[in-house]
Structure formats: structure tokens, C-alpha cells
């Protein structure tokens, strides 16, 4: 892992991006993308030979770092055996892939349906939530990300949502708990809890119970912050999805596969979903790929009736393989218990320290390597850094902490006015260390914009 300086080439790799390709959630030409030459682990290195700690896990999928040996070699196996085969037939590498899954999601979510990504398996789990009840309504919570495609962005409670915003997707927004950011004037957790359970079955009753369909929570949101919901929410909701004959759907794309020191986050609640949908770390994004893992009851609507959806990729032979050697990986080399660990002895109280060191730190939340650093401006009045969606001038203080982060060699996460500190669940006590230095000095640029 020694990154080779090349200039020349990098300059070629950013000018032939720069021509033709169309970045996502992007202004075109306002953007200046870093040209990446290698990957290994938990760091990545640029043309120029300088190499990044990655507290991003890219988008928070390569659970077990980049460019896993084993893994690696189970693609090129597969590649060699067989690259692809059409998803209606029975082959090895999807069989297993879906028998490790089901083996480890919560209850009797034993039927795996293979998609391409995240956002269609939200679009799969709405679907079959609809046609399982006959109901046309979903509720989902305003501070939550579920995918770029119509139906998940519609879902989706960011401003992401708002320019594809039909409003005739059939979505219901709610608030979900934030203590931090209350709606419901609360002061503890079990107030936070209680009142969030009371507005979420009210919104029921005034939208109609029979006409809700399903309910969609990210089990810990992830891109919308890390929020960790207070104990008894989860079950709540689940209590409420019964009394009304409501699916309940569990996003786990982010959260699931080790990410929160769990296989998945639901474990943490001991809650079980009617659906829950998976991607990013399933097998760290080596090649695409997501699902929705499916109760008995749901499944059981579909055993004489077809299921009026699929995919061309659906379970694609090189992205199964992955998935079976990541899962592998992950259970021999007790990367999901890396996570646990190093997430309550290192990460939870060196971030607590750090916010009793910088104002800029209005709080600290998070499990295993999951975790958010809420940046403000004020830590009594709890004003953002930076107003929400900031976009620009607005956005400096934002911008500059994140470049003073990679000047220190540290690749961070950020979105509106947080920091996630999301390394690779495989990430080691020396890199966590390194990686919490050079934030600590970049919050000290944060600092400079605090009253």
C-alpha cells in the first residue's frame, strides 16, 4: 500500500470525467472531483500520492475496507465459473448468499428478494407492502434518506425529496424522535419516546388506518444523522403496526452488516419488521447489490399469487459471490464484534472528549462505527454551523472544516451541519487514533465560527 505518485495520469482520469461523466446530486460544473488512483483497507490515494484515511466507508458501504483479498478472489472465482445466469434459476452463489442472509436477519425474515441497490429494494418493499394489504398509503419520517429512485425519493424526508416531489406518491411524512432537535418539547428520552409514539398514532388516525399501508423507518437514520431512536420507540412502532394491520418496513441499507456492532441494527431493539431492505455492506459494495429480507406472512400473500416485480441483475452471480465471501469474512474475522468493541472503547469516549474541547460540538451520538457530531454555532441555543441545507457562502463554515480535515489527510462525511465518523467496520485502534487526531484539528477550525 504505498501510493506511487503519477500526475499525468491523474490529470487524464480527471479530464476525461470532467468531459463526460454526469455526477449524482450534483451542479455540474461547480464540482471538482478528486481523481482516485488505488484503494487498500481503510485508506485511498490520489494521483499525487496522497493518501486519505477514509471516515467515510465511501458511502458508508465498504463495511469490511477496500479491496478485501478474500473477497477479491471470490469475485474472480465466480467471474471464471460463471458471470452471469438470468435470476429465474436456481444457482450456487444466490442460494448461499440468501441462506447467510436469512440466517442472520431477525425473526422469520427467511425469503430473500435480490435487487441492484438500496433505493429499488425500498421500491420493492413499498410494493409488497401495498399488494399485501390493499392499502395505498406509506408513512415515513421527515429527517430520513431511502433512495434516489421515484418512489424511495418521494419516501425520503431530506430536501433531496422536494425538486421530484410529486405529491401524489402516496407518502405521509411524520416527525421521529431527535431529543436533541425535539418537536414535542420534550426534556428526557422517555418523554422524547412517549410523545413521538402519540404524534406517530394520531397521524395514523387522521390519515386513516385503513388506507396506511406501510411504515418505513431507517432502524438508526443514517445520512439525516445518526439519530440512535430512545429505547421503546421501535417496539412501539411495531406495537402500533400490529394494532392497525400496518407493515412495517426496516431500512437497514446503511445500518445492517456490522455497521452498528450488530449484524443488524434491529438486534440492538430486539424488534422485528415485516420487511427489511439491505444493501451497502452485504458485501461492501464491491459489486452492486441489495434486497429486502421478507416475513412468512408477506411471503405467503405471494405463494400462489405472483409477485409482480424483478430485476434483469436480481441476484447476479458476482455480486452473491461477493456478498457469500463478505459474510464469510466477516463472521471468521469477527469484524461485526470490531465494530462493538472499538465503538464503545475508542470512538464513543475520545468523540466525548473532543466535545468537551471544542464548542463548536453541540453532541455526540452514535453505536459501534456509526456515529455523528452535531456542529454548531452556539451550545446553548443549539444554532447549527450552518442554517439547514445550506448550500454556498452560507455553507463556509461547513466547507472549511471539511477541507481543513483532508489538509490533515482525513477523508470525513459531512452533510448540512454534521460530521459522521463512519470508518470501515474493519478499521484498527492505530487508524481510529490517527483518524481522531486530524479531527480534533479540524474542529478547531470549526471553532473559529462559534459564538
Known amino acids: 500500500m504505498t501510493p506511487q505518485p503519477n500526475p499525468e495520469a491523474g490529470a487524464a482520469v480527471k479530464a476525461a470525467d470532467r468531459d463526460h461523466v454526469f455526477h449524482s446530486w450534483s451542479a455540474q460544473e461547480l464540482i471538482d472531483p478528486l481523481a482516485v488512483a488505488g484503494a487498500e483497507g481503510s485508506y485511498f490515494w490520489d494521483y499525487d500520492g496522497r493518501r486519505y484515511l477514509d471516515f467515510s466507508s465511501g458511502l458508508v458501504y465498504t463495511n469490511i475496507g477496500y479491496q478485501h483479498p478474500r473477497v477479491v478472489a471470490a469475485i474472480q472465482e465466480q467471474a471464471a465459473k460463471m458471470t452471469t445466469f438470468a435470476p429465474a434459476f436456481a444457482i450456487e452463489a444466490r442460494s448461499e448468499a440468501a441462506r447467510l442472509i436469512a440466517e442472520r436477519t431477525p425473526g422469520d425474515l427467511d425469503k430473500i428478494f435480490f435487487t441492484n441497490g438500496g433505493a429499488d429494494a425500498v421500491e420493492h418493499a413499498i410494493r409488497m407492502a401495498r399488494l399485501h394489504t390493499g392499502r395505498p398509503k406509506v408513512l415515513s419520517a421527515y429527517r430520513s434518506y431511502h433512495g434516489g429512485t421515484q418512489q424511495a425519493v ?22 421521529a424522535p431527535y431529543l ?49 431512536p430512545p429505547p421503546g420507540y421501535l417496539a412501539g412502532v411495531r406495537e402500533l ?49 441489495g434486497g429486502v429480507a421478507i416475513s412468512g ?49 475508542v470512538v464513543g469516549p475520545q468523540l466525548r472528549a473532543l466535545a468537551a474541547r471544542h464548542p463548536s460540538v453541540g453532541e455526540v451520538r452514535g453505536v459501534g462505527m456509526f456515529w455523528a457530531l452535531e456542529l454548531v454555532r452556539d451550545r446553548e441555543t443549539r444554532e ?17 472544516f471539511a477541507a481543513a480535515a483532508k489538509d490533515s489527510g482525513l477523508w470525513p462525511f459531512v452533510n448540512m451541519n454534521r460530521t459522521h465518523v463512519v470508518p470501515p467496520c474493519t478499521v484498527t485502534e492505530a487508524e481510529l487514533k490517527e483518524g481522531l487526531a486530524a479531527l480534533d484539528a479540524a474542529l478547531s477550525v470549526a471553532d473559529e465560527y462559534t459564538q
Open 154 to 175: 418521494n419516501i425520503t424526508g431530506d430536501p433531496r425529496r422536494w425538486a421530484s416531489d410529486s405529491g401524489t406518491a402516496g407518502v405521509v411524512h411524520f416527525w
Open 180 to 228: 436533541y432537535r425535539s418537536r414535542f418539547y420534550a426534556e428526557t428520552e422517555e418523554q422524547e419516546c412517549a410523545r413521538a409514539l402519540e404524534h406517530l398514532e394520531t397521524t395514523i388516525a387522521f390519515e386513516g388506518p385503513s388506507t396506511v399501508a406501510a411504515i418505513i423507518l431507517e432502524t438508526i437514520p443514517g445520512t439525516a444523522g445518526i439519530m440512535v
Open 241 to 289: 403496526c400490529d394494532k392497525y394491520g400496518i407493515v412495517f418496513v426496516l431500512d437497514e441499507v446503511m445500518a445492517g452488516f456490522g455497521r452498528t456492532g450488530e449484524w443488524f441494527a434491529a438486534d440492538l431493539f430486539g424488534v422485528t419488521p415485516d420487511l427489511l431492505t439491505f444493501a451497502k455492506g452485504v458485501n461492501s459494495g464491491y459489486v452492486p447489490l
Open 297 to 345: 406472512a408477506i411471503a405467503e400473500t405471494f405463494g400462489k399469487r405472483p409477485y409482480p416485480g424483478g430485476l434483469t441483475y436480481s441476484g447476479h452471480p458476482l455480486a452473491c459471490a461477493a456478498a457469500v465471501e463478505t459474510i464469510n469474512v466477516m463472521a471468521q474475522e469477527g469484524v461485526v464484534e470490531n465494530a462493538a468493541r472499538l465503538g464503545a472503547s
Open 384 to 400: 447549527p454551523l450552518v442554517p439547514y441545507n445550506a448550500a454556498g457562502e452560507a455553507n463556509a463554515p461547513m466547507a472549511a
